[in-house]
Structure formats: structure tokens, C-alpha cells
């Protein structure tokens, strides 16, 4: 006749009866995505000049007929940043 065995819960040594390190968030190794070609610093920046050029021509226009001291550098900073 064979004896019962007692199940052992994952992560326990079955010999020892001690804990296992078990790693409980592994972490994907990193895999670089190849980089960025160096045309887009050079396009960047020219559009954020050309946008502060546009802003600065639509708010001279409006600041013939009135200003609002400080919506104006708010919207324009808002509308050259994003």
C-alpha cells in the first residue's frame, strides 16, 4: 500500500520545503528600434520658427483692433508648442 503524498504549492521546494525565488515581473530585454535619421532635428525646429512666424503675423493683425495682455503669449505659446 502507498503511502499519500502531500501536494507541494508551486514555488516550493519539494526536498527543503523552502520558498523558490521566483521572479514575479520579468523584464523583456531591450531592443533598440534603429534610431532616428538626422533630417528630422533640422524639420523640427524650421516648423516651430515658421509657427512662431504665423502666430506672430495673426496676433500683430488682431493687436491693431485690441490686445489682451496675457491671452495673447498663451495662445501664441500654446499654438507654436503643440
Known amino acids: ?21 521566483v521572479d514575479a515581473n520579468p523584464v523583456a530585454r531591450f531592443v533598440p528600434d ?13 516648423a516651430t520658427a515658421a509657427g512662431g512666424v504665423v502666430a506672430g503675423w495673426v496676433v500683430s493683425l488682431a493687436a491693431q483692433w485690441f490686445y489682451l495682455l496675457i491671452a ?7 499654438a507654436v508648442g503643440a
Open 72 to 78: 495673447f503669449p498663451l495662445l501664441m505659446g500654446l
Open 1 to 21: 500500500m502507498t503511502e499519500p503524498t502531500t501536494p507541494v504549492p508551486s514555488g516550493f521546494d519539494a526536498a527543503s520545503g523552502r520558498p523558490q525565488e
Open 34 to 46: 534603429g534610431g532616428v535619421d538626422g533630417l528630422r532635428l533640422p524639420l523640427a525646429l524650421i
